[in-house]
């Protein structure tokens, strides 16, 4: 393999071409924050999806607003794994990277293979903006020891997207602003993605901007041909669409949009209203703004002063009959607890939408983490059991809210739906459901043979449900608060058995759920002695090492939680079968010790990680070789 030496490229001969094929492939585009990097990954990730490839994304947002341009701490980077089969997650390190100034470089080479492929704007690696990326000397690559297998290809893309846009008419600043879709076209044209599919994804994105649209359908065509024209000396992909995938229709989607769908379908499902009380905060702000756009479909969103009164809303609409939402991330599932607790002690359904990330505090607001597990079971005052579910992939966000719906509408309870910033910025191959199949949802209503007056504290004594009325059905009338209630009569009551007899009703509740939901699954070798565990956004990297240690001749198998609280009823059965049990968490180790306090005499081994970034699979590998 060769490497490209200085300047814009056009001087590079003409020469015979080798296309890889492959069943697997890593891009990883970065940049500063203003170059366009996610729209750049997400279009070629949406392009990849409907070509029939499998796709798993990785968007990794900097903490600042807006860190200096050309500095270590504005990087912005996109990770896109696609390929034929098998892909679960954005992959450990990148066949290709495009790196648009020597910043991006610095901070993104480590996520390279020594074979791999880097494109940069020669543009951008001047005297002066080495400086502002560190660099001692005035050749990035030899500084950064690469090694002589990596290819790198220098092109003048802000020089060439000047000479595209040369008769357009805009300004400087607006020009050079599309340098990133020239980049996508030499993208497209290393993996064979038909270009007029790339420029009606733009056509999507800009419809209401028709001067932005030619410019960037032109310059990505520009970077298309360019490449092409070139016949650049560096090896182009080529990669079979999947022969795995059931058929139907697939598109590529975000978690937190697909959370925001599965919302809006088991709302339909059910015959109630949606309605979403929240506040901004990041990364969960997608599941309003995208539930605020769909008036078509009824749904309503209130926009609170504060993350109390976004709770607070939700229940007085579960109150009133909807299928009450509210969405947040850390710090603000810390200050809705009480209202929660409100809600578990009068019964109500709720969904809470909880999308993690790096904490305490404000922490690290756009990165990823796993650590509200013992918050979402415990974190209220008195016994407060309530249900907690976990999302496995951003696609999987749509099935796992709509089952969150179902079983807070079905058991008249609050369900903590868990999801994270990996899963809600991040995109997954997602094949459309039918509502038709999906399952049906039987609200907690008050029976059409109920004998007797209904009272606040009415329930079936064999689900130990409380039966729903909301306001204004005639007959049903009722006050419903959040003292403690007699449990016959359901008036105020402060009587000691009868306080034991209500926190046993409200437990037996939750606990007797666990025969509802799916049983725990096996997923690997069955003749494995070694089992993983995770839960939530870390399947795909789990299953991924069950698979590469499958080829090493390694028997090993995952079992994969969505459902934690309750636990699924056969999971103390599935786990003692295995003679060794990895524990595997982006905290350091809440699950392991809620599997501990669940299970009696369970031994577990720990692999904790909290760096704000998803697992690595190979370091689960190691671990498990160890």
Same mark, same amino acid.
């Given at each position: 393999?060769?490497?490209?030496?200085?300047?814009?490229?056009?001087?590079?001969?003409?020469?015979?071409?080798?296309?890889?094929?492959?069943?697997?492939?890593?891009?990883?585009? /970065?940049?500063?924050?203003?170059?366009?990097?996610?729209?750049?990954?997400?279009?070629?990730?949406?392009?990849?999806?409907?070509?029939?490839?499998?796709?798993?994304?990785?968007?990794?947002?900097?903490?600042?607003?807006?860190?200096?341009?050309?500095?270590?701490?504005?990087?912005?980077?996109?990770?896109?794994?696609?390929?034929?089969?098998?892909?679960?997650?954005?992959?450990?390190?990148?066949?290709?990277?495009?790196?648009?100034?020597?910043? @991006? #470089?610095?901070?993104?080479?480590?996520?390279?293979?020594?074979?791999?492929?880097?494109?940069?704007?020669?543009?951008?690696?001047?005297?002066?903006?080495?400086?502002?990326?560190?660099?001692? %000397?005035?050749?990035?690559?030899?500084?950064?020891? #690469?090694?002589?297998?990596?290819?790198?290809?220098?092109?003048?893309?802000?020089?060439?997207?000047?000479?595209?846009? @040369?008769?357009?008419?805009?300004?400087?600043?607006?020009?050079?602003?599309?340098?990133?879709?020239?980049?996508?076209?030499?993208?497209?044209?290393?993996?064979?993605?038909?270009?007029?599919?790339?420029?009606?994804?733009? /056509?999507?994105?800009?419809?209401?901007?028709?001067?932005?649209?030619?410019?960037? @359908?032109?310059?990505?065509?520009?970077?298309?041909?360019?490449?092409?024209?070139?016949?650049?000396?560096?090896?182009?992909?080529?990669?079979?669409?999947?022969?795995?995938?059931?058929?139907?229709?697939?598109?590529?989607?975000?978690?937190?949009?697909?959370?925001?769908?599965?919302?809006?379908?088991?709302?339909?499902?059910?015959?109630?209203?949606?309605?979403?009380?929240?506040?901004?905060?990041?990364?969960?702000?997608?599941?309003?703004?995208?539930?605020?756009?769909?008036?078509?479909?009824?749904?309503?969103?209130?926009?609170?002063?504060?993350?109390?009164?976004?709770?607070? %809303?939700?229940?007085?609409?579960?109150?009133?009959? /909807?299928?009450?939402?509210?969405?947040?991330?850390?710090?603000?599932?810390?200050?809705?607890?009480?209202?929660?607790?409100?809600?578990?002690?009068?019964?109500?359904?709720?969904?809470?939408?909880?999308?993690?990330?790096?904490?305490?505090?404000?922490?690290?607001?756009?990165?990823?983490?796993?650590?509200?597990?013992?918050?979402?079971?415990?974190?209220?005052?008195?016994?407060?059991?309530?249900?907690?579910?976990?999302?496995?992939?951003?696609?999987? /966000?749509?099935?796992?809210?709509?089952?969150?719906?179902?079983?807070?509408?079905?058991?008249? %309870?609050?369900?903590?739906?868990?999801?994270?910033?990996?899963?809600?910025?991040?995109?997954?191959?997602?094949?459309?459901?039918?509502?038709?199949?999906?399952?049906?949802?039987?609200?907690?209503?008050?029976?059409?043979?109920?004998?007797?007056?209904?009272?606040?504290?009415?329930?079936?004594?064999?689900?130990?449900?409380?039966?729903?009325?909301? @306001?204004?059905?005639?007959?049903?009338?009722?006050?419903?608060?959040?003292?403690?209630?007699?449990?016959?009569?359901?008036?105020?009551?402060?009587?000691?058995?009868?306080?034991?007899?209500?926190?046993?009703?409200?437990?037996?509740?939750?606990?007797?759920?666990?025969?509802?939901?799916?049983?725990?699954?096996?997923?690997?070798?069955?003749?494995?002695?070694?089992?993983?565990?995770?839960?939530?956004?870390?399947?795909?990297?789990?299953?991924?090492?069950?698979?590469?240690?499958?080829?090493?001749?390694?028997?090993?198998?995952?079992?994969?939680?969505?459902?934690?609280?309750?636990?699924?009823?056969?999971?103390?059965?599935?786990?003692?079968?295995?003679?060794?049990?990895?524990?595997?968490?982006?905290?350091?180790?809440?699950?392991?010790?809620?599997?501990?306090?669940?299970?009696?005499?369970?031994?577990?081994?720990?692999?904790?990680?909290?760096?704000?970034?998803?697992?690595?699979?190979?370091?689960?590998?190691?671990?498990?070789?160890?």
């Amino acid at each position: 393999m060769c490497r490209q030496g200085s300047g814009s490229g056009r001087d590079l001969k003409r020469t015979t071409m080798k296309e890889t094929s492959i069943e697997r492939v890593v891009v990883r585009f /970065c940049g500063d924050s203003g170059d366009g990097m996610q729209l750049t990954g997400n279009l070629f990730s949406n392009l990849s999806a409907i070509l029939g490839d499998e796709i798993s994304t990785f968007p990794d947002f900097p903490a600042e607003i807006r860190a200096p341009q050309g500095t270590l701490g504005g990087v912005s980077g996109f990770q896109v794994q696609l390929g034929s089969s098998h892909v679960y997650t954005p992959g450990d390190y990148a066949d290709v990277l495009v790196a648009m100034n020597p910043a @991006a #470089l610095k901070t993104n080479v480590q996520f390279v293979k020594p074979d791999g492929l880097i494109v940069v704007d020669s543009d951008s690696f001047k005297e002066t903006d080495l400086k502002k990326a560190l660099f001692v %000397t005035d050749n990035p690559f030899t500084e950064l020891g #690469l090694p002589e297998t990596m290819q790198i290809l220098q092109i003048a893309l802000t020089q060439l997207t000047k000479d595209s846009l @040369a008769d357009s008419g805009m300004d400087q600043k607006a020009i050079v602003r599309c340098k990133n879709m020239f980049a996508l076209g030499v993208v497209c044209w290393l993996f064979e993605r038909p270009i007029d599919k790339a420029i009606h994804f733009l /056509c999507n994105k800009f419809a209401k901007k028709p001067d932005l649209l030619r410019a960037n @359908a032109k310059v990505i065509t520009d970077g298309f041909n360019y490449a092409a024209n070139l016949h650049l000396n560096i090896n182009t992909f080529h990669i079979e669409r999947s022969a795995e995938l059931p058929h139907g229709m697939y598109t590529s989607i975000a978690g937190n949009k697909a959370t925001a769908w599965g919302l809006i379908a088991a709302a339909e499902k059910a015959g109630r209203q949606l309605f979403l009380g929240s506040y901004p905060i990041t990364p969960a702000t997608d599941i309003m703004q995208e539930l605020a756009a769909r008036k078509d479909v009824g749904a309503m969103v209130v926009q609170c002063e504060d993350e109390i009164s976004g709770v607070c %809303t939700a229940l007085g609409a579960s109150f009133a009959g /909807c299928l009450a939402v509210t969405s947040t991330s850390g710090p603000g599932l810390a200050l809705k607890s009480e209202a929660i607790g409100l809600g578990t002690i009068a019964e109500l359904p709720l969904v809470v939408v909880d999308v993690m990330r790096g904490g305490p505090s404000t922490g690290m607001p756009t990165k990823t983490e796993q650590t509200d597990l013992l918050q979402a079971i415990y974190g209220r005052n008195g016994e407060s059991p309530l249900v907690v579910v976990a999302a496995t992939s951003s696609a999987d /966000c749509f099935q796992t809210a709509y089952m969150a719906a179902k079983i807070a509408l079905e058991n008249a %309870t609050p369900v903590i739906m868990l999801s994270d910033t990996y899963l809600a910025n991040g995109t997954s191959l997602w094949k459309l459901p039918k509502l038709a199949d999906l399952p049906a949802i039987h609200p907690c209503y008050v029976p059409d043979n109920f004998e007797g007056k209904y009272n606040v504290a009415c329930r079936d004594e064999e689900s130990k449900v409380r039966y729903w009325a909301y @306001a204004g059905q005639q007959g049903l009338e009722h006050r419903n608060i959040g003292l403690e209630r007699d449990y016959n009569t359901g008036s105020i009551s402060t009587n000691p058995a009868n306080h034991q007899r209500m926190v046993d009703a409200r437990r037996e509740k939750i606990a007797r759920i666990a025969h509802k939901i799916p049983q725990l699954q096996v997923e690997g070798d069955p003749t494995a002695d070694t089992l993983l565990v995770g839960w939530g956004s870390t399947r795909g990297h789990l299953l991924s090492a069950v698979h590469e240690l499958e080829q090493q001749g390694v028997k090993t198998a995952l079992a994969h939680f969505t459902y934690i609280s309750p636990l699924p009823a056969n999971t103390a059965d599935v786990l003692s079968r295995y003679k060794r049990i990895i524990v595997c968490e982006l905290n350091t180790g809440q699950f392991a010790s809620y599997l501990r306090s669940q299970i009696e005499g369970i031994c577990v081994e720990q692999v904790n990680k909290v760096e704000g970034q998803p697992f690595s699979v190979g370091d689960i590998i190691k671990h498990v070789l160890a």
